[in-house]
């Protein structure tokens, strides 16, 4: 049984013939052909693949592909313009908030949510805001770190 | 002809560059195991047993032959040709069971694989290997170690019903004597330690991707490894092929911290499905699959004993280790706890030891190195003991830590487990984390928190690591690295390192040490690794080796080239090698008005205007550093901690870190290694136990029931850092991937228990979950 869908997926629509259970996580990856959203668990925990559905980060390992029929997913990949980085990527690089990168895309999108919901987030409130998304290298410092360049970064944009 | 390459007078080394490896990591370009794609590519799915213990009667694949998308089921009769999974661990006298690539006639611990299917997709494999039928005949199970030695437990491996895997007994000095001596004018203090079993959980779970090439017999293994040169020639071995026809491809790595330092199964299972079905073939492992399979760290039981001067003066240390080993080896599962008794002195300057480690067979899944590999385990345990001793003798912490360090220029200091420390000064660290802390005003704050009833602690832990492995004599596969650099006839510079970072940096610390070296930048510098077809015989990257092995084997061919470019400048300044210098990228001589540049010298090796006897064309230097010896990184971590006593939640307060290891390449990288070590030692201290149940079920088999640090678990980590070089490598560098992890459990145990005090706790177990405190606090509330 197949369901054709078309989604929009960083500006460009991509349409298929799907089976209903296929994950959103798994079309991203092989029929859209954008393998920088990752799977990290099978429970929902790890965030690795979070993603932007409407704007709202959501772990796309637990919605299915069926669901974002017509609607606008963003993934990592859609963050640079022009070849220009995304301040919130930026922030990741310069303040060594990586290190395998196995999580990285999936921490950056919740952090462009994070910042978009509070523009000047304190140290605390960005730990709880990552709360969705582990991280088994950094330790966070670093992350945390990035994410309050980025707010900076963002709000001096403003 | 115009250089291609302009020459700097900066110098790298030292600063805090941002990672040339985090451009494709951040925009999601990188190339993990599951992103790599073939036309034509297969799936495979694996069964695994549900039981810790059964024979298998029947495996019935028919069904799942005939489904949707499938074209081969293997069951182990069709494996039986492919080696068992090595154990490099040559201890005397290890018993090694048998470890074929997929079950036989019995299983032997959750999770344990029975059969494959191989699908055109991933979810019609899954579909299909749901239809295979595996018959049990189910046998009692034992995952608990100490339980496992009990006369009558179920035997793990028949021929073995004691359970008993190895025993080693190591003595130095006189312990007997410093015993004696103790028991009657001195103290003795007793403690049963607990190491607790870990998920290493790296984010990526394992994945492997193989493809034969008929025509030339080639296989190709990727795979999520830390060790691509070890695997490789272990998976020839075991597939019988010869080694140069197999090449093995690390891609991007999504973490390792150990357990992707091992040969698996997998590994060579997919390697064989590829030749029988000759098409790529692809396994990722779910995450479910990762907490049953991949290797499990600690698991220890310590029974220790300290003996000790009324005034506080360690003489001696007697160690019972009991070490889960799980139902079978893994590469060098027995080896992990020989190294906790080679560190069981610690920091202190005694020399009378005695261990007795034994290796037990459990129902459970394999242990093996996990960030630390039992260093971690033996520092908790004599961080934990001199503190015990400390409350016994009521001594301050800190003061009875001073009282037994050797001194400073006591190095390299000889150990009773016939270690070398090659350089330290421990007293450094912890004076300057306890001026972090203001130690004596916590204390006071401690004394008016107290006051009010409240419990409040300070617990220090001064640790101390062996790492950089090492000596290869002491190695089961060689300790040594190797390096090839190049540079091109644009001047631009290859290395191929035989280090295997996943996410550690050294295309970027290496690139620094280049950039110093030939008077280049980072930006041309490319640092490849993990492709056993590019780079040279390595060993990989675990125990704190890449930069003090593997940049070592970078530092010395780069000082090859040096010299060889200097030998190509000479004529071009018409001095003769020794009169030239060469610095910031520029050969200069006081007896020429001359200057040429890097950019020059390396297109002259390339066109040779100016050949000279004895000097052969191009620049290539490959070396392979062994080193003389580990090297011993240390420090002092300090803890401030409250505890909830309606809730048992441990808030910290404070945490710092001072580490030493040695001079640093980037300090960015150093402080991301010692804050994600931090944050993997607080996991077992606070969160973290692999559960197996009296069945030997795993409890804790998803991320749902086995907590993982999130970012508001860390707290914010005040770190800095001393500098004592250490003399085994060129660079004065010791390594740091594990300190933070070593570090930071003992420091944090000792605070709870600090905190506890006031209720006459003298030990407390990880993890500290606030369940387990608050019934501590319960109990001896009412006592």
């Known amino acids: 049984m197949q369901k054709r869908i078309r989604v929009t997926v960083n500006g460009s629509t991509v349409e298929a013939n799907v ?140 | 002809m115009a250089t291609t390459t302009p020459t700097r007078t900066e110098t790298y080394v030292g600063r805090r560059l941002r990672r040339r490896e985090d451009p494709r990591l951040i925009t999601g370009t990188a190339t993990y195991v599951d992103d790599v794609k073939m036309p034509g590519m297969l799936y495979a ?67 344990h694989p029975v059969a494959v299917v191989v699908a055109s997709d991933r979810y019609l494999a899954a579909d299909a290997a749901d ?36 025993t080693q007994h190591t003595e130095g000095g006189d312990c007997k004597k410093a015993f004696a001596e103790a028991e009657k004018s001195g103290v003795i203090v007793k403690q049963r330690i607990v190491s607790q079993r870990l998920v290493p959980m790296a984010m990526e779970t394992r994945g492997v991707v193989a493809e034969w090439r008929l025509g030339d017999k080639h296989l190709t293994i990727y795979s999520s490894t830390q060790i691509p040169h070890l695997m490789r020639t272990q998976v020839a071995l075991m597939l ?61 039981v310590d029974y220790a004993e300290l003996a000790a001067t009324k005034d506080g003066r360690i003489t001696g240390m007697k160690l019972k280790l009991i070490q889960d080993l799980g139902a079978y080896h893994q590469l060098l599962g027995p080896l992990i706890p020989t190294l906790s008794v080679l560190m069981m002195p610690g920091l202190y300057n005694f ?81 300057r984390a306890l001026e972090i802390l203001d130690y004596s005003k916590t204390r006071e704050e401690q004394r008016a928190a107290r006051r009010q009833g409240r419990y409040y602690g300070i617990g220090i832990s001064t640790y101390g690591e062996i790492c950089a492995f090492g000596p290869s004599p002491a190695t089961p596969a060689g300790g040594w690295e190797s390096a090839t650099v190049k540079i091109e006839p644009t001047a631009k510079v290859t290395i191929m390192t035989g280090a295997s970072p996943h996410g550690q940096g050294q295309e970027t610390s290496f690139a620094q040490l280049a950039a110093d070296k030939l008077g280049v930048t980072p930006d041309d510098v490319v640092v490849i690794h993990g492709d056993t077809s590019v780079v040279q015989y390595g060993i990989g990257t675990f125990g704190s080796r890449a930069t003090a092995v593997g940049g070592a084997a970078v530092y010395q061919a ?80 300090i803890a401030v901690v409250e505890i909830d006593k ?28 010692v804050h994600g070590g931090v944050a993997q030692g607080l996991g077992q201290a606070l969160l973290e136990e692999a559960i197996y149940d009296e069945n030997g079920q795993l409890i804790t088999g998803e991320l749902m029931n086995y907590a993982i640090p999130k970012a508001h678990h860390v707290p914010e980590i005040e770190s800095d850092r001393t500098v004592t070089p250490s003399p085994v490598n060129p660079m004065g560098v010791k390594g740091v991937g594990e300190a933070g992890t070593i570090g930071c459990s003992p420091a944090l145990v000792n605070a709870v228990v600090d905190a506890l005090s006031p209720l006459g706790v003298l030990h407390v177990d990880m993890p500290m979950t606030p369940q387990r405190i608050w019934r501590l606090i319960s109990e001896r509330s009412q006592a």
């Open chain 2, 351 to 431: 020399h009378n030891i005695e261990a007795d480690v034994i290796g037990v067979f459990t129902n459970a899944a394999p242990t093996d190195a996990y960030r630390g590999a039992g260093r971690p385990e033996a520092t908790h345990v004599i961080e934990r003991m001199v503190d015990i001793l400390a409350a016994t003798l009521k001594m301050d912490p800190a003061e009875i830590r001073l009282k037994n360090f050797p001194p400073k220029d006591a190095f390299p200091f000889a150990t009773a487990t016939g270690l070398q420390y090659d350089s330290g000064d421990y007293a450094a660290p912890l004076n």
């Open chain 2, 558 to 637: 780069l000082e090859d080239l040096r010299a060889k470019c200097i030998r190509f400048a000479a004529p071009l300044l018409g001095v003769q090698p020794e009169d030239v210098r060469f610095e910031g990228g520029v050969f200069s001589s006081p007896k020429s008005s001359k200057t040429v540049t890097i950019g020059e010298v390396a297109l002259e090796a390339h066109i040779l205007r100016h050949p000279q006897p004895g000097l052969e064309p191009g620049l290539v230097a490959t070396r392979f550093f062994e080193p003389s010896n580990f090297a011993f990184p240390f420090g002092a971590h």
């Open chain 2, 240 to 300: 019988g092929i010869p080694e140069n026809h197999l090449r093995v491809i690390a891609p991007e790595v999504g973490g390792g911290f150990g357990s992707k330092l091992n040969v698996y199964a997998e590994e060579a299972l997919m390697g064989f499905i590829a030749m029988r079905v000759n098409k790529p073939i692809k396994w990722i492992e779910s995450r479910r699959e990762n907490f049953q399979t991949t290797i499990h760290g600690r698991g220890h």
């Open chain 2, 45 to 111: 799915a694996i069964v695994r047993s549900p039981h810790a213990a059964a024979r298998i009667k029947t495996v019935r694949t028919e069904a799942a032959a005939k489904a949707p998308g499938v074209h081969a089921v293997f069951t182990g009769a069709d494996v039986e040709g492919v080696g068992p999974v090595p154990c490099a661990a040559a201890l005397p006298g290890l018993r090694v069971p048998k470890h074929t690539i997929l079950a036989t006639n019995r299983v032997y611990y959750v999770g």
């Open chain 2, 646 to 673: 309606e809730t048992g939640e441990i808030q910290i307060l404070r945490y710092i870190a001072v580490d030493d290891c040695g001079n640093v390449i980037n300090p960015l990288l150093v402080d991301g290694q």
């Open chain 2, 131 to 166: 239809l295979i039928e595996v018959d049990y005949d189910p046998l009692p199970a034992v995952a608990d170690p100490e339980k496992a030695l009990e006369p009558g437990a179920p035997p793990v491996h028949p021929e073995w019903p004691d359970n008993i895997a190895f």
């Open chain 1, 19 to 158: 089976e209903p259970r296929l994950l959103l996580v798994h079309f991203l990856r092989e029929v859209a052909g954008l393998t920088g959203t990752h799977v990290g668990c099978e429970t929902s925990v790890c965030g690795a693949c979070t993603v932007l559905l409407e704007g709202r980060a959501v772990k796309s390992c637990t919605i299915f592909a069926v669901q974002t029929d017509g609607r606008k997913v963003e993934t990592v990949e859609g963050l640079a313009t022009n070849g220009n980085l995304h301040p919130v990527q930026e922030a990741f690089w310069n303040e060594h908030g990586l290190q395998c990168g196995y999580c990285t895309p999936g921490m950056i999108m919740t952090s462009c949510q994070l910042l978009s919901d509070h523009p000047n987030p304190s140290r605390e409130e960005i730990r709880h805001g990552l709360e969705g998304n582990l991280c088994r290298c950094t330790g966070y410092m670093h992350i945390v770190n990035a994410v309050q360049a980025a707010a900076k970064k963002l709000s001096a944009r403003a």
